[in-house]
């Protein structure tokens, strides 16, 4: 019984940062690869970046050099640091295990959270 937890967005000026946090619990480890997904208004959701079990990192060509994916293998936590953002990052943003190409492997999504950026 995996559940996902969404946390950290807001409202934010373009050029501003946040930084988002995904909890995972239940039949959950350090040894799955996770990934964040965004999906703004009338659009697909779309895949945004990866972390493997051990910290290797692969990220949309949208969010490269902007964004870091990074993993607390203490606690099932897992962060996107969002810096640079623009109004195009406006999107409610989930978090899920994934493959190593990006695939989400959970059925269920969490609640996500929502990202807003003012131009």
């Known amino acids: 019984q995996v559940q996902l937890v969404e946390s950290g967005g807001g409202l934010v000026q373009a050029g501003g940062s946040l930084r988002l946090s995904c909890a995972a619990s239940g039949t959950i480890f350090s040894t799955n690869t996770m990934g964040w997904y965004r999906q703004a208004p009338g659009k697909q959701r779309e895949w945004v970046a990866l972390?493997?079990?051990?910290?290797?990192?692969n990220y949309a060509g949208s969010v490269k050099g902007r964004f870091t994916i990074s993993r607390d293998s203490a606690g099932n936590t897992v962060y996107l640091q969002m810096n640079s953002l623009k109004p195009e990052d406006t999107a409610v943003y989930y978090c899920n295990r994934c493959s190593r190409v990006g695939v989400p492997l959970y059925a269920s999504w969490g609640q996500g959270t929502q990202v807003t950026v003012s131009s």
């Open positions: 972390i493997t079990s051990v910290g290797d990192t």
